[in-house]
């Protein structure tokens, strides 16, 4: 994976590789250079599986990630290209014309993180939620919780117990802490 | 030679690339398969438009079994997310809990005992069958032939019965945690496994003569539903789907993981692409599997510890990274990519199932020209799960 990035280092500005495994890497780029990063991966370097797209949101830091994750078959190697864009207005450019799966990737990271993908078909159709009025729910300050709590009853007369203090007492009942 | 439709009677895509359809002109109609319907793979729907008994366009729409999993894994320890994974999907689960505990494990830096992978490869391939036998009960009542598919659920239950014994559950469980597996083979498991395996051999057979040589099965499943090989690629398409075209992609052979490379075997391709071959191509990797679990328990050692000792559970942090991890599940390529943090609980895990790609975009490809009476036999044979598709 060393030799492959110091090829590509010679065509494209990269950031950060992170060794993973021998066949797998990551690496961090801009924003602006993941179009012909990826065309040049599955053309001429043999990356032609897009393995999936998804994205991480780094609450704390104000960005999301979005992980390109490509592979190799016949040389048995993935690389997951990562993608920092601001969590404000979050955009990105689409890649349905490279891959046409990507499509559902990315409509559904919209519908799930919010983040737009301009001229990606279909993107602004429902995906899985249907009428769905409050913040993107995979983001992290939507609460679950508190969703649950105010929007559904609990049955009445059940117990409900806490289960992190109950597998305490399953798997340590001597007190191990 | 393959029906070819005249386009030209079609509606055209309009600027904003949907097509221009006018109910009102009598000439279309809309039909809802699923999601309650005998010929939907699970809890998903397909919205066809059909001008006579063609279809013109199909729109799959999911949704109708969320329930948030990844979500829910941000707010749980590593060790409560092991026995939620296997919900995910229900024929078929074990991959689930390998691909979640591999990935933590790798993340956690923690070496499984070599008996643990030899169980866990054995869970897997026993996984894989029930998978299949699912799958040719599903392909025939798609065309028409109920009583396979009892013939399929009766050995079904024969194997769970297997799964049972060694996991204490039938359907979902829960024996590939984070560290090895819960318990070593009971004594007598293997004579046991083997009156089973004979068992789903001759009902194979039968099901071989019946199905696969019907003359019916054969006019309505060669030449239908072809995937071409440039689709490959472009969209995703692993696993039996792709074999079935000759491309030979699978993670046991390319990848291989747990004790794969210690057994023998070959990936089963196919040549014509169609929804014969696919199911052929099944048939024969059920097979196959039937062979592996006989070579695992022939080969894995006969004792071992089958679990590493874990830090305390109840505080386990891992430290920030990231890694995927994948198998090759009876559908084709089902891995996870998980995202820790550095805290007690997983910053993200995705789950990347074969359904996702087979069930949404290619099936929406594929549907267009299709006769509507086919379109079950299609679905079937690209072999999904709706789960996967909106974890």
């Known amino acids: 994976m060393q030799d492959l990035y110091k090829k590509l280092k010679k065509q494209f500005s990269l950031g950060e590789l992170t060794e993973q495994r021998d066949d797998l890497a990551f690496i961090t780029i801009e924003k602006d250079k993941l179009r012909p990063l990826l065309t040049h991966l599955r053309d001429v370097e043999g990356y032609s599986h897009l393995v999936l797209l998804t994205a991480v949101d780094w609450l704390e830091e104000g960005i999301f990630q979005l992980t390109y994750l490509i592979s190799n078959r016949t040389a048995a190697k993935d690389i997951g290209l990562r993608v920092m864009i601001s969590r404000d207005k979050a955009t990105m450019e689409s890649i349905h014309d490279i891959w046409p799966t990507a499509a559902t990737y990315q409509r559904e990271l919209r519908e799930m993180f919010g983040i737009d993908f301009p001229d990606s078909p279909r993107v602004n159709d429902d995906f899985i939620l249907e009428g769905w009025n409050n913040i993107p729910p995979y983001r992290r300050d939507f609460d679950t919780l508190k969703y649950s709590t105010e929007n559904f009853a609990q049955r009445p007369g059940r117990e409900t117990k806490d289960p992190a203090e109950h597998m305490k007492q399953q798997l340590y009942p001597d007190g191990a802490e | 030679m393959a029906y070819q439709p005249d386009r030209s009677q079609y509606p055209q895509p309009g600027s904003d690339g949907k097509l221009d359809i006018d109910l009102k002109s009598g000439k279309y109609l809309k039909l809802w398969q699923g999601p309650q319907h005998p010929g939907i793979t699970g809890n998903m729907s397909v919205e066809l438009t059909v001008c006579g008994d063609e279809v013109v366009e199909g729109i799959t729409h999911v949704g109708y079994l969320h329930r948030g999993f990844e979500k829910l894994m941000e707010r749980r320890t590593f060790i409560q997310c092991f026995p939620i994974v296997c919900r995910i999907c229900v024929p078929e689960p074990d991959f689930n809990e390998y691909c979640y505990a591999a990935a933590v494990e790798e993340l956690a830096g ?185 070579q695992i328990l022939v080969k894995m050692p006969k004792e071992g510890s089958i679990m590493t000792k874990l830090p305390n559970v109840l505080h386990w942090k891992i430290p920030r990274g990231e890694t995927y991890i994948r198998g090759e599940c009876s559908r084709g390529e089902y891995g996870y990519y998980l995202v820790t943090d550095g805290s007690a609980y997983p910053r993200r895990v995705n789950v990347r199932g074969p359904s996702y790609t087979h069930a949404m975009s290619l099936l929406e490809r594929m549907i267009v020209n299709l006769n509507i009476a086919d379109v079950a036999g299609l679905m079937v044979s690209l072999h999904t799960y709706p789960p996967e598709i909106e974890r």
């Open chain 2, 110 to 294: 923690i070496e499984i005992p070599q008996q643990a992978k030899w169980i866990r490869a054995l869970i897997l391939e026993m996984g894989r069958i029930n998978s299949y036998l699912m799958y040719v009960g599903g392909q025939a009542g798609s065309f028409g032939m109920g009583v396979i598919g009892q013939w399929t659920t009766y050995v079904r239950d024969l194997m769970l019965d297997r799964f049972e014994e060694l996991t204490g559950a039938r359907i979902y469980h829960m024996f590939i945690l984070p560290g090895g597996v819960r318990d070593s083979l009971p004594e007598g498991f293997a004579q046991r496994m083997e009156g089973t395996l004979c068992e789903i051999e001759k009902t194979m057979q039968d099901v071989y003569d019946a199905m696969y040589c019907n003359a019916v099965y054969k006019k309505r499943s060669v030449g239908v539903g072809v995937i071409d090989l440039d689709l490959m690629d472009s969209y995703g398409v692993t696993g039996p789907n792709a074999r079935a075209a000759g491309v030979a992609k699978d993670v046991r052979k390319d990848q291989p993981y747990l004790v794969y490379s210690e057994l023998e075997f070959e990936a089963i391709l196919g040549v014509d692409s169609d929804i014969y071959t696919r199911s052929d191509v099944r048939r024969r990797d059920l097979l196959q599997s039937v062979d592996l679990v006989r």
